[in-house]
T-cell receptor, first 117, second 112 residues
């Protein structure tokens, strides 16, 4: 089945120790997003890729970086995790601007729950 | 900008009907999504409204009034598995219609 996959599902890291979260998709969607979601809060968009074009949200800390080496994969790098970065990180995809473009529904991966010690 | 408002929490009884409201003030509008999110899991798509009126899909229905900036999700014949957070998300009309803004979600608790 076509899907969005995130690894790992749970990640424990130490304060200040770099960590990388990964996302892959078999949907061949051109847009990939990274969201941060804390308990009882709305998902907060960190950045997204439209094809190879990287788009950073204005309030995304410099501590967060992303890479998209090809259509299928996208990575979230947290260079120096702080206690405030503990959250669920959601990867999502959509097909934007296609011939059947309409609602551009987002498809989410299962998320990676990050714990910072 | 976008401002989306949903109740924080609702409770209901198994077998009952519940309506979850969402109001929005946006600089442009190009459709509204409802997503379901179980604890510790990713959001999953429930419905999409772009025109005024009611969209029915099994036990779930979603309503939109663009003039009032208002939507609701109606859940019928509630089951215990419907206990989850329900997120309302609005698509902007421009500046990236593929980047919806999410509300903080309504946590629905269904009890026996």
């Amino acid at each position: 089945d076509a899907m969005v996959i995130q690894n790992p599902r749970y990640q424990v890291t130490q304060f200040g120790k770099p960590v990388t979260l990964s996302c892959s998709q078999t949907l061949n969607h051109n847009v990939m997003y990274w969201y941060q979601q804390k308990s009882s809060q709305a998902p907060k968009l960190l950045f997204h890729y439209y094809d190879k074009d990287f788009n950073n949200e204005a309030d995304t800390p410099d501590n967060f970086q992303s890479r998209r080496p090809n259509t299928s994969f996208c990575f979230l790098d947290i260079r120096s995790p702080g206690l405030g970065d503990a959250a669920m990180y959601l990867c999502a995809t959509t097909l934007a601007g296609g011939p059947i473009s309409g609602q551009e529904t987002q498809y989410f991966g299962p998320g990676t729950r990050l714990l910072v010690l | 900008g976008q401002n989306i408002d949903q109740p924080t929490e609702m409770t209901a009884t198994e077998g009952a009907i519940v309506q979850i409201n969402c109001t929005y003030q946006t600089s442009g509008f190009n459709g509204l999504f409802w997503y379901q999110q179980h604890a510790g899991e990713a959001p999953t798509f429930l419905s999409y409204n772009v025109l005024d009126g009611l969209e029915e899909k099994g036990r779930f229905s979603s309503f939109l009034s663009r003039s009032k900036g208002y939507s609701y999700l109606l859940l019928k014949e509630l089951q215990m598995k419907d206990s989850a957070s329900y997120l309302c998300a609005v698509r902007p009309a421009s500046g990236g219609s593929y980047i919806p803004t999410f509300g903080r979600g309504t946590s629905l608790i269904v009890h026996p």
